[in-house]
């Protein structure tokens, strides 16, 4: 799916039926890592717009149906995984490696310029407001001192909150004033932290 008209005809074939598969596999395998890691990769490969592949003709409401399925799939497995029970040797391999994927793919479908995000507001759908609050709360309930032990997971939370700061702060003024605070302490330590590039990207937000 490396151009336009591959990924179109990919998009077709595997919308809705088959991308709503998935979220069967997420829902019934959410606490099995060697099912559901490969199910949400699947997921973040499928909305990253690398070399401008997706492109939806402007009367298109495609890039609004994918991101409905990313929202639902997202809140399957983050609303799971929070009710998640798990020993502290199993919290990288049961929360936080599926919690990178999903700030990945948030992350991705956000800065992707394929989706018209205003739609939702303008029409009540909770497709935004859902995705958003799912995965702020999998953020804010992870301690920033575990964040930071894992480079994959700071780099893929400080990614998420420079996009999410960029693109949708009034969304994130919508969220709980808890969210809004984990994310502003985590920007500050980013910002004294020793990493240059988590710096720069705190700075950035």
Same mark, same amino acid.
């Given at each position: 799916?490396? *151009?336009?008209?591959? !990924?179109?005809?990919?998009?077709?074939?595997?919308?809705?039926?088959?991308?709503?598969?998935?979220?069967?596999?997420?829902?019934?395998?959410?606490?099995?890592?060697?099912?559901?890691?490969? =199910?949400? $990769?699947?997921? %973040?490969?499928?909305?990253?717009? $690398?070399? +401008?592949?997706?492109?939806?003709?402007?009367?298109?409401? *495609?890039?609004?149906?994918?991101?409905?399925?990313?929202? $639902? &799939?997202?809140?399957?497995?983050?609303?799971?995984?929070?009710?998640?029970?798990?020993?502290?040797?199993? =919290? !990288?391999?049961?929360?936080? $490696?599926?919690?990178?994927?999903? #700030?990945?793919?948030?992350?991705?479908?956000?800065?992707?310029? !394929? /989706?018209?995000?205003? /739609?939702? &507001?303008?029409?009540?759908?909770?497709? #935004?407001?859902? %995705? @958003?609050?799912?995965? @702020? +709360?999998?953020?804010?309930?992870?301690?920033?001192?575990?964040?930071?032990?894992?480079?994959? #997971?700071?780099? %893929?939370?400080?990614?998420? /909150?420079?996009?999410?700061?960029? *693109?949708?702060?009034? &969304?994130?003024?919508?969220?709980?004033? +808890?969210?809004?605070?984990?994310?502003? *302490?985590? #920007?500050?330590?980013?910002?004294?932290?020793?990493?240059?590039?988590?710096?720069?990207?705190? =700075? %950035?937000?």
């Amino acid at each position: 799916m490396s *151009n336009r008209r591959l !990924y179109n005809a990919f998009f077709d074939w595997i919308y809705p039926d088959r991308i709503r598969a998935l979220h069967h596999v997420i829902q019934e395998f959410y606490d099995d890592p060697p099912v559901v890691i490969p =199910a949400l $990769k699947f997921l %973040a490969e499928f909305v990253s717009n $690398k070399s +401008q592949r997706i492109v939806f003709d402007c009367s298109s409401a *495609n890039g609004i149906l994918l991101f409905r399925e990313v929202s $639902k &799939a997202l809140t399957i497995y983050g609303m799971r995984v929070l009710s998640l029970s798990y020993a502290p040797h199993q =919290a !990288y391999s049961l929360r936080h $490696k599926g919690v990178i994927v999903c #700030l990945n793919t948030l992350t991705r479908t956000m800065s992707g310029s !394929y /989706v018209n995000f205003g /739609v939702f &507001a303008l029409y009540g759908d909770r497709a #935004l407001a859902d %995705a @958003l609050e799912v995965v @702020l +709360q999998l953020v804010s309930t992870t301690s920033i001192e575990t964040i930071m032990a894992y480079p994959k #997971l700071s780099r %893929a939370c400080f990614r998420f /909150v420079e996009v999410l700061c960029h *693109n949708h702060c009034p &969304a994130l003024g919508e969220r709980d004033p +808890q969210h809004t605070m984990s994310i502003l *302490n985590l #920007l500050l330590h980013g910002l004294r932290g020793s990493d240059l590039n988590i710096s720069s990207q705190s =700075a %950035a937000a």
